[in-house]
């Protein structure tokens, strides 16, 4: 199937593989178009998404040990205000595997219309013969150990994004919890193990995701790596006080090191009062790609939807709105070279500096 849109679209987050790994979430093809979730093949290519970067997340505790409404389902779209317990490594590990071979498994049913990417070249290929390009990112690094023994394992087998942590803490660092409103700056930087998995992943060419990390441990990446900095999903804080969203002295230091922000369509991360409003307008969406092409240049804005992850803008509904989200930018005055770099051009950027 040709991609109907010209313009492609590499986005910095997504939790689609979640309904192939995590045994309780609602069972549907990738290659067959359904209203189920925010991503399928057939929707992918009409909303003319190239690629992203597909997250495996590991929830909270094991599906066995869980009460009713805990645990898988409180991802972003949790509303708790209580901050996350750690996960146990073996846990971690065994249900990150299966979120791996989950994604080898579509890439290998899907007859060359997915390939999961690892290097630029891959990449641009991948978007040049309208294949679907799979950047395989762990939310969280609790499956590496603090000797990080698999990392270079998983690295072999695609790995090139890490978010040290998700909204919790591990071995390597705090995430951000899930209050609505509040500040990035909540608990210590990171851990001895949280540095030397930032080198580890420089020396390798693994892009560190800060979305989610605290504030301390934003500023330990900035010191210690030599890669821009990169938050894959994440939004303004001067426009909605989430936690999980960037304040002004981080977009700095993203411009100065080259990075990029993915801004997510979260409703929660969007407005100003955090509710969980479907119906809240497009425009709100488009004031954060505004606010950080203002702020730091439109060289550091891109796309980070969340999709499958959140709840999205009824006004983008899945995968198939981003044509329309494009078109809001436009009409809010960004000119097509900068929507080709906000669709496009400054993730490859970053993942060409980032990755060997
Ligand atoms: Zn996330």
């Known amino acids: 199937m040709k991609t109907m849109n010209k313009r492609l679209i590499l986005d910095g987050h997504n939790d689609t593989l979640q309904a192939f790994y995590l045994p309780n979430k609602t069972q549907r093809s990738f290659f067959e178009k359904t209203d189920t979730g925010h991503i399928d093949l057939p929707r992918a290519k009409m909303g003319g998404l190239g690629g992203g970067f597909f997250s495996i997340f590991v929830p909270q505790s094991p599906p066995a040990n869980m009460e009713p409404g805990e645990g898988i389902g409180q991802n972003h779209k949790a509303s708790v205000d209580r901050v996350m317990k750690p996960i146990e490594f073996s846990y ?35 978007l040049e013969e309208d294949r679907l390009a799979a950047i395989i990112h762990f939310e969280g690094a609790e499956a590496i150990e603090p000797n990080l023994d698999s990392l270079s394992g998983f690295y072999t087998e695609g790995l090139r994004s890490i978010g040290i942590v998700w909204s919790r803490p591990n071995i390597f660092g705090y995430g951000v919890d899930l209050r609505v409103q509040g500040t990035p700056d ?70 100065a090191s080259g990075g990029v922000v993915g801004i997510n369509f979260s409703v929660r991360f969007l407005r100003r009062d955090g509710k969980e409003i479907p119906e809240t307008p497009l425009c709100e969406l488009v004031r954060h790609f505004q606010y950080v092409a203002e702020r730091i240049g439109v060289d550091h804005v891109a796309i980070g939807s969340d999709f499958d992850g959140t709840t999205i803008l009824k006004e983008i509904g899945d995968v198939t709105g981003l044509p329309k989200l494009m078109k809001a930018l436009q009409n809010s005055g960004f000119d097509e070279e900068s929507l080709t770099k906000i669709s496009l051009k400054n993730w490859v950027r970053v993942l060409s500096a980032t990755w060997k």
């Open 92 to 126: 971690a590990h065994e249900t990150t595997r299966k979120g791996i071979e989950a994604l080898f498994d579509l890439e290998a049913k899907s007859e060359g219309r997915l390939k999961v990417v690892r290097t630029t070249e891959e990449l641009q290929s991948a």
């Open 186 to 255: 909540q608990g210590p930087g990171l851990t001895q193990s949280g540095k030397d998995l930032v080198k580890a992943c420089n020396q390798l060419g693994i892009l560190i995701d800060l979305s989610h990390l605290n504030e301390k441990g934003f500023w330990d990446v900035e010191k210690i790596s030599l890669s821009p900095l990169v938050a894959t999903h994440s939004c303004v804080h001067a426009l909605s006080p989430s936690p999980r969203n960037l304040t002004d002295k981080q977009l700095n230091a993203i411009k």
